[in-house]
Each structure stands twice: as C-alpha cells, then as structure tokens.
C-alpha cells in the first residue's frame, strides 16, 4: 500500500454518578467542534465533516483526542463512525490508499510516509483499517485489515502482518459493500474482554449493519501489557490518490464513575507501636455513589497481589493504596484510578469551648460533649471527664454526654482515633447571658356576663424592655411554662380570673426565662347611693348615682350625676371608674296602694280594717279631715264614703259603705207594727248573710230568699221566748274592682206574749 497514516482520536464516554449516564466525546456539529481534538498534518474541519486528506498523491491527515484512555480495567469499549472515500484519483495508481481506526500507545504526532493507511512504524495497540488499494495488482479494492500487536511488517503495512491470533483479514467487499462512493458508510466497533481469556478481546465490525469480523484477537508484540493509549484515526494517499472524510465519530468507554481521584484521609501511627491500622473499604463513599453496587480491590502500588485484609490494613509509614473499582454486572468497565494516600501524622485534639443556655436563671446548662469541636475526623471514641484528675485515673466517666447539665466550668475529653491515636482536650463550659424578664401585674376590666372573669391581653406585658428581640409564648402555670405544655393559645384575649399566668421569653440563641404575670380583675364599681324607689304612679322622682365617677352615661340620655322628673319605670346607667364601666340598673316603681280588707259596723260604730300599702295608715270621710284611728263613730244610717292612704300619700283609696237601718226591737203579735225585723234591703248585696243567735249562741234564724230576708221572732215555726238575741249580717260592697267585706252585728230585743 500506498498509505499515510490518518489519525483520529475520539473522546471517552465516561459514566457520571449514575451507572446507566455517560458522558460522550464526539465530533458532531456543523461546523464540527474540535474541542479538546489535535489535528494532524493536512486534516481539517469542512462543514460537518473532518476531511482528513484531499484528491491529491503524497497526503496524510489524522485526528486525536489530546488525552490518552486506559483501557486496561475495562470490560467493554465501542466506536462508532461514518466515512466517506471519493475522488477521481491518479491514471497511474487509480483512488487509495485507505484509512485507519486504532488504539495506539504511540500515536503519529506528523506527516507519515509510505504504506500502512497511515499508520507509524512499529506502532503498538489495535488497528483496524479500510484498504482500497491493491499493492499486489494495484487496482481497486475493499477490505478490512485488523492487527492487535506492533506494526513492524515489511512497509509498515499491516496488510502483511499475519501474526497468529491478533490479526484478521477480509475478502473484498468490492462487489457488495465497495468503500469508494459519493455516500456515507456507518461502521461499528465493538470491543470487550474475551472471559475465556481476560487478555485478549473479542473484537466485532459492522459496516452498514453487515457483520464483517467477530473474534477474538490476543495481543502481540509491544500491545502486551499495554496500559493506555489513544483512540485514533488517520489517512494517506501514497503515490494514488482520495479525499478521505469521517463524521458523526463517538467513542463509548463506559468506566465507573469516580467522585475522586485521589483521597487523603488523615491518619496516625500508635506511638507505642509505631503502627496504624485503618479500614480501607470506609473510603469507598469518597470514590462511588452507592458503593454497594461495585465490587472494591486494593492493591499496594506497584504490587499485582490485592490485599488480603482491607478492613484492617496496617501500616507504619507513608503508603500508597491502588483501588480497582469493578462494575459486577460488566455494563462499565472497571476503574483503576482510585488512590487512597496514607501520610501518618501525629495526632492532638485541640481544646474547645460550649455554650448553652442558663435557662430561666437556672445556674446550669445542658452540653452535648460530642459537639465539641476538639477534632475534625470521623469514627472517633471520646471519654469525657469531670476533671483532669479523673482522665489520668480513668475514674466518675461522665456517663451522659450528649445532655450533661452542669454550671459554667471545664471538663476534659480523651480522643481515640481509629488507629489508636490518643489525644486529650479541654472543654470550656460557658452560658449565654440570662434572659432578663420582669414579673408584670395586669388589670383588665371585669366580664359583664361573669364578673369574676377578665379579658387579659398578655402580649402586651411589658416583661422585656424590646419585645422585638424576642419570641414568647404563655402558660398557665409555671409548670406548664418549663415543660412547654397546655400553651395559651389565645394570648391577646385570655379569659380568667383573678390569679397568674406565666410568659416564656426566648432570646435570639433559643434561651429562655419564665416572667410571672399576675392577673386583676377590675370588679364593677356600682353606686353605693343609687337604689330603687317607690312613688306614686303619677308622681316623679329624681335619681342620683353620687359623686366620685368619671363619667355617667344614663339610659335617658343624661350624662350628669343625677337625673331628676324621673316617672316609673326601669332605668340604667353606666359608671366608668378607671377605664372600667359598670352599668347599674334601678327601678322607679309605682306604691302598692293599701287594701281595705274588711269593715265592721256595730251599731253607728264603723271599724275599718286595711293592709298593704305602706302603714302608717290615714283615714277620712271626706277627703278632707284626716285620723289616725281606723274608727268612726256616730256614723248616719245609709250610704257613706271612706277614704284611706298609706305613708307614700298618694291618692287615696274609695270605698261605699252601706249602714243598714234596722230596729232593734220587734213585738211579732201580728199588729202591723214591729212585727219583724227586715233586711230585704240588704238582698242585692253580694255574698248577704245574716244569722240570729240566742244569748247561749244558738242560731235561731237564717235569712235567706225562701223567707224574704225577714225575721218574725219564731224559729222552727214556734215563737221564741222574750229575750236578747244577737244578729250578724255579712256582705261584699264592690268598690275599684275589688269586693270588701262588710261585717255588720249588733242586737235586738223580742217581745212575744206567751
């Protein structure tokens, strides 16, 4: 062949934390970006294609990625590109040479002369090339050359490279799959470890989906052993000539994703041994995420043995750890790339200070010893002690470290590394200032629907001097304050009586101190003056609430001290004493006028019996002439009128009064004179009843309809003897709706002639 070697090196697809994501380096773009990308010799960029030689004998172009890729802990690897070879070539050699894609230790870093599509002499790795060139007929032709070891044939050409094992070639595809044309051809290559022999690699190629190799190639030559190199791709011409294009060219090499490279835990050897021990798998969260999903070797570097005990790997000295990470499903290649670097330093705590709060005045504090900052490595033992004198004995370990309440003072830590390093600390125990509250007293006007209750607006207590700094809540017992429970939820409108309720005042640090509030309700303050009266119906009266409020606020309008021309009737008024008002009510109400219960007449004796009202009672027949006594006498037989008042003086009241004319004595001999007593006048009274009694009190004589109210001296149809009989007549006199009784007795005298 007449060939220069073209070089295009693609980019890795490295995996990122997750292991189905990768990230792809590739020439796309239009133009193509070549960022990261070394372009040799004649190779340049023309739209979305990289032309990697022109029409023209004795050229040679290549493209790299400028960073090598080890492959050398890796499962699986693929490439995928598209090429285009065209052009009218030369009269004497016709279109050639062809192109390469390969994995070079030593890629081309120029121009190469001679055949090999490109390729350098003794150029070590995998090469796969697509010849179009004849050297034996120098015609045309199409096949695919792959050599894994060294290119040290005659000619540089791996056309000739025959070595058993590593190297493969096709027939001519000329007659189905002919490389030279105006289109674009896709080519894959696949690569993965061969598990019946993990040196050598199972190599496949497709053009245009058409499997043109698959197997497994062995290393030869200087490939053996190699540990990284270049993926690539190059072209020449020689003394023929094309135009040799590739495009849409990506290189998959999947490894583990690695968080970091290198890791540099601290670490420390035993003074009294002069040796450390460390767990070398606690580093495996700094290289992976999920490290469960991988499978972890460790190697001293430059030995090929792992080591047989990680998680407890001595050490005396600066060592160098290799850590192979290794994808168990063989979807990422492995990673090799992993260095934990021990450099054993001596090890010292350092002294540290907390502060905590001194709650509510409380003199002491709750410390969490392990927040103390005295060390930065993880996977510590710390002992804490009350006083140095307790760390040398080992004695009194304070037993509750993460809530040791105590007063500002010092204790003493000691720090023991996982290598057994030990170290000891002073820790200083301070308190934030106190919270400073004041105890507030707070009046609030009584509830007028229970007057021992108050509406209290507790977050207006003035506790602290800047309420803005801090926050508060409320309880109602300080119990409740200190555990933080049964928390008044209505602070602004707090219903109680009289007593306490206490406010929990927290600083800007989550410090606090209880301020004791002690509620005052405000009673009402009615008018000691101001009382109920009775008048008459149609008088009035004046109503005065006293002196020594603030204001008055009557229900009449009025809002001075008193008010006068005051009728019956139910009045209010509001007194405010302080910022409190109480509203009193007091009644006008009308005198109960008294009651004429009952008159006895005896003879021209009237007798008036009264109750209710208000006694002293006053007495009169007409209206005019007043007496104290209830007693008239010499009263004239027929209708008369009596008037009666009590204390309060108001109109009086009225009452007829009828004072029957009856004889007192009746000579029944049937002479047409005296010959009865009559009371028939008395028969339109209401509830008449008149009786006849004998001296021994035997009634002799009831009147009533059947005998015409009259009384002829018999009784049972016989006359009753000469003598002294006694009457009682009794009856209702309808006056103002109300029925008196009227009692009326006296005596009479009958004559019969026996």
């Not at 199972?202 to 030559?221: E, H, M, N, T, W």
């Not at 005396?316 to 054993?344: A, F, H, M, R």
């Not at 609430?545 to 001290?561: M, N």
């Amino acid at each position: 062949m007449k060939k220069n070697l073209l070089f295009f090196l693609l980019g890795i697809l490295l995996c990122l934390p997750e292991k189905t994501y990768s990230q792809t380096y590739q020439l796309t773009g239009n133009p193509v970006n070549t960022t990261g990308w070394d372009l040799v010799s004649d190779a340049v960029v023309s739209g979305d294609f990289i032309r990697l030689t022109t029409d023209q004998t004795s050229k040679y172009g290549a493209i790299k990625l400028s960073t090598p890729i080890t492959l050398s802990y890796c499962d699986k690897w693929k490439v995928e590109f598209d090429f285009r070879i065209d052009g009218n070539g030369t009269t004497q050699f016709g279109r050639g040479d062809g192109f390469t894609f390969w994995y070079l230790a030593n890629p081309p870093t120029g121009f190469v002369s001679g055949g090999g599509l490109g390729i350098p002499a003794n150029a070590s790795g995998l090469m796969v090339g697509f010849d179009i060139f004849n050297n034996t007929t120098e015609g045309q032709m199409s096949k695919v050359h792959v050599l894994y070891g060294t290119n040290n044939t005659a000619g540089s050409n791996i056309e000739y490279n025959n070595t058993p094992g590593s190297t493969f070639h096709s027939p001519d595809l000329n007659p189905t799959q002919p490389f030279v044309g105006s289109t674009y051809k896709h080519v894959e290559v696949n690569g993965e470890t061969d598990l019946t022999n993990p040196t050598n690699w199972i190599i496949k190629i497709k053009i245009d989906g058409v499997l043109i190799a698959d197997q497994s190639f062995a290393p030869s030559g200087n490939a053996v052993g190699m540990s990284q190199g270049y993926f690539g791709f190059s072209a020449a011409t020689g003394g023929a000539s094309a135009r040799h294009s590739i495009q849409n060219a990506k290189v998959y090499v999947d490894k583990v994703p690695i968080l970091n490279n290198t890791i540099k835990p601290f670490v420390c050897t035993n003074p009294a041994t002069g040796n450390g021990t460390v767990d070398l798998t606690s580093y495996n969260t700094q290289f992976v995420n999920n490290p469960g999903n991988y499978i972890f070797s460790y190697y001293l570097l430059g030995s090929a043995t792992p080591i047989a005990n990680p998680t407890s790997f001595q050490y005396t000295g600066n060592t160098t750890i290799k850590v192979i990470v290794k994808d168990p499903t063989s979807t990422l290649c492995d990673n090799g790339d992993g260095i934990i670097q021990l450099e054993p330093t001596p090890f010292a705590a350092t002294d540290a200070t907390l502060t905590e709060c001194n709650n509510n005045n409380g003199g002491v504090g709750i410390f969490d010893l392990n927040s103390a900052a005295v060390t930065t490595l993880t996977g510590v033992t710390k002992e804490f002690y009350p006083s140095i004198y307790d760390l040398n004995a080992s004695t009194n370990q304070i037993p509750n470290p993460a809530a040791y309440t105590a007063p500002p003072g010092i204790i003493y830590v000691r720090v023991i590394t996982s290598q057994g390093c030990v170290s000891t600390a002073k820790i200083t125990l301070k308190t934030h200032p106190v919270v400073t509250v004041h105890d507030v007293n707070i009046e609030s006007c009584f509830i007028e629907s229970n007057p021992l209750t108050a509406s209290f607006n507790l977050i207006n207590a003035g506790v602290v001097p800047n309420p803005a700094a801090f926050t508060k809540k409320y309880y109602p017992s300080l119990t409740d304050a200190l555990n933080g429970t049964n928390e008044i939820t209505n602070p602004g409108a707090y219903i109680a009586p009289n007593g306490v309720a206490y406010v929990k005042v927290f600083d800007t640090t989550g410090c606090f101190s209880v301020a004791k509030l002690t509620l005052t309700v405000n009673p009402p303050t009615p008018s000691r003056v101001l009382n109920d009266k009775i008048i008459c119906m149609a008088s009035k009266t004046t109503l005065d609430a006293g002196p020594g409020f603030k204001s008055y606020e009557w229900s009449t309008g009025a809002t001075t001290q008193s008010i006068k021309n005051v009728g019956v009737g139910i009045y209010w008024v509001k007194l405010k004493t302080g910022e409190c008002i109480t509203t009193q009510t007091v009644k006008v109400i009308p005198s109960e006028s008294p009651v004429i219960s009952s008159i006895d007449i005896s003879g021209t004796n009237v007798t008036v019996h009264v109750n209710g009202g208000m006694p002293p009672y006053q007495y009169s027949l007409d209206n005019i002439t007043w007496q104290d006594s209830n007693v008239f006498t010499n009263i004239t037989r027929g209708i008369a009128k009596i008037y009666v008042k009590d204390n309060y003086n108001c109109e009086p009241i009225i009452i007829n009064v009828t004072i029957p004319n009856l004889v007192n004595i009746i000579t029944p001999n049937e002479d047409g004179i005296n010959d009865t007593i009559d009371y028939s006048a008395l028969a339109i009274k209401p509830n008449l009843d008149v009786n006849i009694y004998d001296r021994y009190g035997v009634q002799v004589f009831k009147a009533d309809k059947t005998n015409g109210y009259r009384w002829n001296g018999t009784a049972n149809g016989r006359k009753v003897p000469t003598g002294s009989y006694w009457y009682s007549v009794s009856w209702n006199e309808h006056n103002n709706n109300k029925n008196t009784l009227i009692n009326f007795t006296g005596w009479i005298i009958v004559k019969n002639r026996n």
